[in-house]
């Protein structure tokens, strides 16, 4: 009688099973290899695995553009790690677009943030919403937190003490733009570059994550994440959450607004 009664628990264990396996929403993330950027996926990987298990959402990771050759509407969001516009081709970038304009959300990390050659495709270029200069060396540097109110920024400290390289960019190529994290160019030297190369800085305002509506849909962007290590970062981790959970739902901001009053 107890083998029947174990029996029966776990059938019905197994029938139950894929009704809790379903995630709150499905996020594809396109991790391609490339010439500077190539260690970080194979520790990525398991990094955003964990992530969807803890936080109970759906995930397909991708080596390459193919997903972009079949059907994007049923993700909530599409994280571009360290993955570039110009990877994209013909057909694929139409199919991004229209996804974005369905209200699909983007998620920018790093080197997506990068196009070649500027001025190709001007739609992905607005969709970052600011065109790459240049960067110096790997430096050591205090982050600030510019909107405590959006959830990338929920599980960092007001100072943040963090290493990458500090991408320079020009000036926003819309309006709507809002800065999340920015970096103090006094915590670092910006003009340490290559010999042959000039850095000069961006300032007091010198933003590295932002978010903005673009389109149709929600893109937040973030220019943190060069070294692999950075990757099995707690905080760097929920810096990145935070982002992908408002591209993907945009919840997070009201309730933090209404909490502050």
């Known amino acids: 009688m107890k083998r029947f009664l174990l ?13 809790f396996a379903e995630g709150q929403f499905k996020v594809l993330v396109v991790a391609i290899p490339n010439r500077y950027h190539h260690d970080y996926a194979v520790v990525a990987k398991p990094q955003f695995e964990q992530m969807a298990q ?23 969001a599409i994280v571009l790690l360290n993955t570039p516009g110009d990877e ?19 998620v920018a990390v790093h080197r997506a943030l990068i196009f070649n050659p500027p001025g190709e495709w001007p739609w992905f270029e607005k969709l970052v919403g600011r065109t790459f200069r240049i960067h110096p060396m790997v430096q050591t540097a ?17 100072r943040w003490i963090w290493t990458d390289e500090w991408y320079e960019f020009g000036e926003p190529l819309l309006p709507g733009l809002r800065t999340v994290l920015s970096v103090d160019e006094r915590s670092y030297d910006p003009t340490r570059i290559w010999p042959g190369q000039t850095a ?38 929920e810096h990145l959450y935070g982002g992908l959970w408002w591209a993907a739902t945009g919840k997070g901001i009201e309730a933090a607004a209404r909490d502050s009053r």
């Not at 776990?10 to 099973?17: G, P």
């Not at 803890?54 to 993700?75: E, I, Q, V």
């Not at 937190?145 to 007001?158: M, Q």
């Open 7 to 19: 029996a029966c628990l776990l059938l019905a264990a197994t029938f139950a099973a894929p009704a």
């Open 54 to 76: 803890r936080h109970a959402f759906d995930m397909d990771w991708s080596w390459n553009t193919s997903p972009f050759d079949g059907d994007l509407s049923k993700y909530a």
């Open 88 to 106: 994209l081709k013909g057909a694929q970038r139409t199919a991004l677009e229209s996804y974005v304009r369905a209200g699909g959300g983007v």
């Open 142 to 158: 205090t982050v600030r937190v510019d909107d405590p109110a959006f959830p990338a920024a929920f599980g960092l400290p007001a």
């Open 200 to 237: 000069r800085g961006m300032g007091a305002d010198h933003p590295v994550a932002w978010h903005h509506a673009y389109d149709g849909g929600r893109v937040f962007a973030t220019a943190l994440g060069h070294t692999p290590a950075l990757y099995e970062d707690r905080l760097y981790l």
